[in-house]
Every structure is written in C-alpha cells, then in structure tokens.
C-alpha cells in the first residue's frame, strides 16, 4: 500500500504545480475570472502564511510544519495495509509536500517561500489543489477513526485451513 500513497501524492504534487504554474502564466495578480458567478473565481495571489493568510509574519514555521508533517507521514504510510487509509495519506502527504516545495523555492527565498493560490471560493478563502487535497484527506482520516478502520487490514484467514492468516494485499 505505500506505493499507492506515494502514487497518490506523486498526483496531487504534480497537478498542484501544473495548476500553479498555469495560473501564474495565465491571471495577472489580484485579477478575478469568474467561474460560478461570484462563488468560484480564479483570482492569483501568493499567500506568505497559512489559511486566511494566518501568520505571515512567520512563514518559516509552516515550512518546517509541512516538513514534519511530510516526514510524519511518510513514516505511518510504510505500515499501511488498508487501501482507504493508502488513499487517505496519499492526499495528506500530496499536500504537505506541494506545500513544502512552495515554502523552500518560491519567492521571496529559500524556507520563506509564498504558496501560490488561485482558487476563490466566495471570497471566504482563496487555495489551490493542494489544499483541496489535504482537506479532503484530512476528512477521509477523520471519517476512518470514526468508523474505527485501522491503519492495517485485518488478517484474513481460512476457516478450512490450519495455516495462519496473512494480510491483504
């Protein structure tokens, strides 16, 4: 199953940077295109903190954040057998890691780099595909510790057999 989570944020890493780099070649900074009336909007900005520009003062925090969290991932990703789980950490570790390389190699420089964010929804926030992917990874998380599916698939096992069970693939 980690193959699948680093498929997955292999996915999320490369369209975030497509998306990005397509906005910032083709929005102009500050410039609105509506998509659904005043609802969804393209609109260029490069935010310096973290949601709703929260600490933009203080950028090199989140890059170290989102290194943490890249590493923190990584390392329950190698011990996942269930495929929702796979699923699940491949969107938060896609968006952790877009977001890292934001923070390391945009402007203005190195560990205080400015994330890219073009997607406006109503004017309540402004984020990108990375951020829809965490959201959405984040919420299948949530969702797989409610239900109480664990990280690891159960065993499954012969009733006709005597040998042990083994894991799912």
Same mark, same amino acid.
């Given at each position: 199953?980690?193959?699948?989570?680093?498929?997955?944020?292999?996915?999320?890493?490369?369209?975030?940077?497509?998306?990005?780099?397509?906005?910032?070649?083709?929005?102009?900074?500050?410039?609105?295109?509506?998509?659904?009336?005043?609802?969804?909007?393209?609109?260029?900005?490069?935010?310096?903190?973290?949601?709703?520009? $929260?600490?933009?003062?203080?950028?090199? =925090?989140?890059? #170290?954040?989102?290194? !943490?969290? @890249? &590493?923190? *991932?990584?390392? %329950?990703?190698?011990?996942?057998?269930?495929?929702?789980?796979?699923?699940?950490?491949?969107?938060?570790?896609?968006?952790?890691?877009?977001?890292?390389?934001?923070?390391?190699?945009?402007?203005?420089?190195?560990?205080?780099?400015?994330?890219?964010?073009? $997607?406006?929804?109503?004017?309540?926030? =402004?984020?990108? #595909?990375?951020?829809? !992917?965490? @959201? &959405?990874? *984040?919420?299948? %998380?949530?969702?797989?510790?409610?239900?109480?599916?664990?990280?690891?698939?159960?065993?499954?096992?012969?009733?006709?057999?005597?040998?042990?069970?083994?894991?799912?693939?």
């Amino acid at each position: 199953m980690f193959r699948t989570v680093v498929i997955i944020a292999a996915v999320v890493l490369a369209v975030d940077q497509a998306t990005k780099f397509w906005a910032e070649s083709a929005l102009s900074d500050g410039q609105a295109v509506s998509l659904v009336g005043d609802l969804l909007q393209l609109r260029l900005v490069y935010n310096p903190g973290a949601a709703f520009s $929260i600490g933009s003062s203080y950028t090199w =925090i989140f890059g #170290v954040t989102a290194a !943490a969290a @890249v &590493v923190a *991932v990584t390392v %329950v990703a190698r011990r996942v057998t269930s495929r929702p789980w796979a699923v699940a950490l491949g969107l938060v570790l896609g968006g952790a890691a877009t977001h890292l390389l934001d923070r390391l190699f945009r402007e203005p420089g190195f560990a205080r780099g400015h994330v890219v964010d073009f $997607i406006d929804y109503a004017g309540f926030f =402004i984020g990108n #595909v990375a951020d829809i !992917a965490l @959201v &959405v990874g *984040v919420g299948i %998380v949530l969702l797989l510790n409610l239900r109480g599916v664990p990280l690891r698939a159960p065993a499954v096992s012969d009733a006709r057999s005597d040998e042990p069970a083994r894991p799912n693939p």
